[in-house]
Nanobody, 114 residues
């Protein structure tokens, strides 16, 4: 069973940046269309953006122009570069396969606050 492990979260001031990483065993991350998701307290999990196995990305309107998804082939990770962070970006961030999601990992907490 593939395990998804998210990392890189933390506390950052508004306007700051963070880079999250998603790791999985084998070549899982490069074979499937993968997504970054987030869940804020009291809210449903929402899709932040996706990357196909050939590298095409797509983003939710609320992060477009601020967040970038990429694959780091050498490290076998999928990354989420988050710039110009806003307090409303505060959430637990997860990665998963878009079609037929795997069991969710623990996620990584991102808190944007002054």
């Amino acid at each position: 069973q593939v395990q998804l492990v998210e990392s890189g979260g933390g506390l950052v001031q508004p306007g700051g940046s963070l880079r999250l990483s998603c790791a999985a065993s084998g070549n899982f991350l490069s074979v499937y269309t993968m997504g970054w998701y987030r869940q804020a307290p009291g809210k449903a999990r929402e899709l932040v953006g996706t990357i196909t196995n050939w590298g095409k990305t797509n983003y939710a309107d609320f992060v477009k122009g601020r967040f970038t998804i990429s694959r780091a082939t050498a490290k076998n990770t999928m990354d989420l570069q988050m710039n110009s962070l806003k307090p409303e970006d505060t959430a637990v961030y997860y990665c998963n396969r878009v079609q037929h999601p795997m069991p969710w990992g623990q996620g990584t907490q991102v808190t944007v606050s002054s």
